[in-house]
């Protein structure tokens, strides 16, 4: 099946400062990834869809400016937490779909803890 | 809002018992995805339904598609250990390929 890598799998960050989240999809090309954010014991909340060559859509309630997406080519899109605060730490997994299908393959995940 | 209600929220089982996780929705899906979850990974397809009324088997696990495609269900018989982790279902519309959670079902079932 397809595979989703994201990098890192676990980051720790002072508060304040900026990570970015890579997601890239291995052997296939992804026009449209997308990125979840999920908090302990909680389901996947989906954050923004993002697209190769365009502006990111942001889910209601998901700040654009403190979120930054950018999906550069059609196997990467990378997601970065600017001015990080501890509110901020979760889950974040990003998945991308085959081109024409419904279904979804998801990366393992990427833990940030903001101290 | 949770736009897909998933119930029971957390089911605690003994090994060999079965078990229903339902996933219900006011909202038509063009298909519907279960997922499993164990902690620090993503989550893992099971199942896609496509067709209302669809049943579809994967060995001991059973997912049905309502007829109006607004719900579905996941039944496991003679549960074992190793079928404990998170369950999710996710609703999906041709139109966007966008996936929307359900609330998680969390099993455990005790040896």
């Known amino acids: 099946g397809a595979v989703v890598s994201q990098h890192p799998s676990w980051v720790i960050c002072k508060s304040g400062t900026s990570v970015k989240i890579e997601c890239r999809s291995l052997?296939?090309?992804?026009?449209?990834m997308f990125w979840y954010r999920q908090f302990p014991k909680q389901s996947l909340m989906l954050m923004a869809t993002?697209?190769?060559?365009?502006?990111?859509?942001?889910e209601q309630g998901v700040e654009k400016d403190k979120f930054l997406i950018n999906h550069a080519s059609l196997t990467l899109s990378t997601l970065t937490v600017t001015s990080a605060h501890p509110e901020d730490s979760s889950f974040y997994i990003c998945?991308?779909?085959?081109?024409?299908?419904?279904?979804?393959?998801f990366g393992p995940g990427t833990r940030l803890l903001v101290l | 809002t949770q736009l897909l209600e998933q119930s029971p929220q957390f089911l605690s089982i003994q090994e060999g018992e079965n078990l229903t996780v339902y996933c219900n929705s006011s909202?038509?899906?063009?298909?519907l995805q279960w997922y499993r979850q164990e902690p620090g990974e993503g989550p893992v397809l099971l199942v896609t339904?496509?067709?209302?009324?669809e049943v579809k088997k994967l060995k001991r696990l059973t997912f049905q598609f309502g007829d109006a495609r607004k719900d579905s269900s996941l039944h496991i018989t003679a549960a074992q250990p190793g079928d404990t982790g998170l369950y999710l279902c996710?609703?999906?519309?041709?139109?966007?390929?966008?996936?929307?959670f359900g609330s998680g079902t969390r099993l455990l079932v005790r040896p």
């Open positions: 998945s991308a779909p085959l081109a024409g299908a419904e279904t979804q393959y």
């Open positions: 052997d296939f090309q992804a026009t449209t």
């Open positions: 993002s697209n190769e060559g365009s502006k990111a859509t942001y």
């Open positions: 909202s038509v899906f063009s298909s």
């Open positions: 339904v496509v067709t209302g009324g």
């Open positions: 996710a609703g999906a519309w041709r139109s966007s390929y966008k996936l929307i």
